[in-house]
Structure formats: C-alpha cells, structure tokens
C-alpha cells in the first residue's frame, strides 16, 4: 500500500511545489493512517490543516480506498 500511497502523492506534490511547499510520507499503518510531514512553506502555513484534510487526504482516499486517514506530524 506504501507504494501506491506514494504514487498518489506525485499527483500532489506539484500544486503544494507551487506554492514553495512539499510532503513527505512517514508512515503508513496497516490499519490504514497515512502520516506525512508538510516540508517548506506548508510546513509553518496557517492553511496547512485544511491543504492537509480537503486536499491531500482527499485524494489519497480516492486512488487508495483502503486510506482511512491522514495525519501530520
């Protein structure tokens, strides 16, 4: 699944990129939490919450249904 995770986050990557921002994966637990750390100017960004939950969790659910959740750390 940590393949197909890190596949989904490519699709990502370029939007937060644009904004002088980025995502790394941490971890992804079998039970299905994805843990990632928001890397450059979405790391300290007010907005980086919302990014996180309407974005980026967003569409890791959608290529990989068996995501439950998305946290960062």
Known sequence: MRDRVEKALDKVRPMLQADGG???LVEVTPDGIVKL????SCGCCPMSQMTLKMGVERILKQEVPEVKEVIAI
């Open 22 to 24: 980025n995502v790394e």
């Open 37 to 40: 750390k928001l890397t450059g």
